[in-house]
């Protein structure tokens, strides 16, 4: 079956010379490499970098820095009207775990920035990430245009930046719980079970978007994506009935001059994850 997956990476990369892919499937109980195309390059990943924010928040709760319960308000430098729920909502604070689980759930942008200024800016979350060794990922700045302080230099990666290698590496040692500890990285999937978001790798397993914590349909996905103009990607752990794999799948155009860009990373994406749907199920599903 991981033929299949070979085969479906394959047709995806083939498909538009102009969409760029970069794909690592590995075994998290043995970190074997079982589907990999240009995994060490790295690229914008979006929201993709939140991961190490999550990390951050949940190690402060564990040693007590940053309580659950502590109401965060957000400010003018906080404000960005984009991804999340926040913006929309008459809430002026909220409390820190239900910032992270709007994070987890929806991409929260708003609950992002006051999060991040909480724990002390994208240089602490830099620090903890490679304190723990967490390899070829980075969260640049806050997020939005306006949203201040500002980087005395701008990455060319935007909001965050990361390899395939380095997501799918990340989500396997959060699969074993041995990111900061074991309750941190159990902290850390409990949001990722929450996101909403199922329209790339994710859609291929039948799940309901807004209530898939449990097992379903012989499966159970974490996952994280990231969405830009001209960026999409998918890192997650599915844990099927034959097998579990921790997965990234990034794409990157360019907008301007290929606008149908998505359309073609969207097909080939969701083409992955039914392949890697009938890696991890007992009976095969064509892809």
Known sequence: MSADLEQAVAAA???????????????PTTDEHLVCHDADTEQASASLGKLLLLVEVAAQFEVGTLAESELLAHGDDDWVDDSGLWWHLTAAALPAVDCATLVGAFSDNLATNVLLRRVGGPEVVRNRAKT?????ISLHRYVGLHAKPRPAVESPFGLSSGTAAGYAALLARLHRRDVVSAAVSERVL?????NADLSMVGGAFDLDPLCHDEPDLGVQLWNKTGTISDVRGDVGVVVGEARTVAYAVLTHWDDASHPAGRAVALDGMQRIGRALRGLVRTEPIDA
């Open 132 to 136: 723990v060794g967490i390899k070829d």
């Open 13 to 27: 990369v083939a498909a538009d010379a102009l969409v760029q892919w970069r794909v690592c499937m590995v075994d």
């Open 190 to 194: 409990g949001w990722l079970a929450l």
